[in-house]
């Protein structure tokens, strides 16, 4: 059983390009969160979604965006890159009703801004 | 102040001995607390969680959740090399969204 999928592993990118990253999530789940894990610190949430819609964001500018589709998979897009945004970026997905404790992480995408 | 607090300085220590590790938090509203285990390029991996106050024990590892003194502690007894990873604290108040601390990279030396 394949468990969460991102595309793709690693990333470089010029300051202000636009970036869009890509989550399958695991088989069974419903429900995607991504986070952002800068070197050296603990991962940050950046959003959850759930029937295709943001359920709950966390302290992220309005630069960073997602969607989730009709098969659960999701993708996040930043725009106008920042020196900053250069991280780790994990995807989580969660099976019904067990939110928090379901979580499974992918192994993310290194996304490096230059 | 930071929601979480996990002193990040790395832990060496020799195979067998014991590992503890642990975690300040500033928000009382949390319930839900968690340790996840993170190996070089891959994503965390839920290693134990409590709910509330308590201990909980699996296997080798002990979790302990003081929520009087905001407080929370990983033990691991007989360290192997295996358990050569960062190790992340998490908690939530069940709104979904997990605060992590920064994290302590364990070196078990064989």
């Known amino acids: 059983d394949a468990g969460v999928t991102q595309s793709p592993t690693h990333l470089i990118k010029t300051r202000g390009q636009q970036v869009t990253l890509r989550c399958s999530p695991k088989?069974?789940?419903?429900?995607v969160s991504w986070y952002q894990q800068a070197l050296g610190q603990g991962p940050q949430f950046i959003f959850q979604?759930?029937?295709?819609?943001?359920?709950q964001r966390g302290n992220f500018p309005d630069r960073f965006s997602g969607h989730q589709f009709p098969n659960y998979s999701s993708e996040l897009n930043v725009n106008a890159l920042l020196l900053g945004d250069s991280a780790l970026y994990l995807c989580?997905?969660?099976?019904?009703?067990?939110?928090?404790?379901?979580?499974?992480f992918g192994s993310g995408t290194r996304l490096t801004v230059v | 102040q930071k929601e979480v607090e996990q002193d990040p300085g790395p832990l060496s220590v020799p195979e067998g001995a014991i590992v503890s590790l642990n975690c300040t938090y500033s928000?009382?509203?949390?319930?839900?607390f968690m340790w996840y285990r993170q190996y070089s390029r891959k994503g965390p991996e839920l290693l134990m969680y409590?709910?509330?106050?308590g201990n909980k024990e699996d296997g080798r590892f002990t979790a302990q959740v003081d929520k009087s003194s905001k407080y929370i502690s990983l033990f691991i007894r007989d360290s192997q090399p295996s358990d050569s990873a960062t190790y992340l604290c998490?908690?939530?108040?069940?709104?979904?969204?997990?605060?992590f601390g920064k994290g302590n990279q364990v070196v078990v030396i064989p």
């Open positions: 989580a997905s969660s099976p019904p009703g067990q939110v928090l404790y379901g979580y499974t």
């Open positions: 088989s069974g789940h419903d429900t």
């Open positions: 979604y759930y029937e295709e819609e943001e359920r």
């Open positions: 928000n009382s509203a949390f319930q839900y």
């Open positions: 409590t709910y509330s106050s």
């Open positions: 998490a908690m939530s108040e069940f709104n979904n969204r997990l605060a």
